[in-house]
Nanobody, 118 residues
Framework: VQVVESGGGLVQAGGSLRLSCAASGRTFSAYAMGWFRQAPGKEREFVASIRWSGGSKYYADAVQGRFTISRTIASYTNYLQMDHLKPEDTAIYYC????????????WGQGTQVSVSS
């Protein structure tokens, strides 16, 4: 079971980026998928998550109203649309998956760099 992120890059403040995360594996069964980020010198923090069944969404206060998480059920892919980006959004963004029956996020991607210039 693995998740692979894509879509990071460099953008000016106020711009937009869309991150994608695809999960794969014969035994994969998603309960939730989420995004976390880690800026230089800081701890990793929660950004957003989505429940696979029902589609409930959760956001960190810092991104509420600017970021939107969504999913495509059939392909086990989720997306993080990031609008009105700020320099403080600069970080490595990690996708994570919580499998059905598991506690917490047990499957992590390798991360993708998002850099926002002022």
């Amino acid at each position: 079971v693995q998740v692979v992120e894509s879509g990071g890059g460099l953008v000016q403040a106020g711009g937009s980026l869309r991150l994608s995360c695809a999960a794969s594996g014969r035994t994969f069964s998603a309960y939730a998928m989420g995004w976390f980020r880690q800026a230089p010198g800081k701890e990793r923090e929660f950004v957003a998550s989505i429940r696979w069944s029902g589609g409930s969404k959760y956001y960190a206060d810092a991104v509420q109203g600017r970021f939107t998480i969504s999913r495509t059920i059939a392909s086990y892919t989720n997306y993080l649309q990031m609008d009105h980006l700020k320099p403080e959004d600069t970080a490595i963004y990690y996708c994570a998956a919580q499998q059905t029956g598991s506690q917490g996020y047990g499957v992590w991607g390798q991360g993708t760099q998002v850099s926002v210039s002022s």
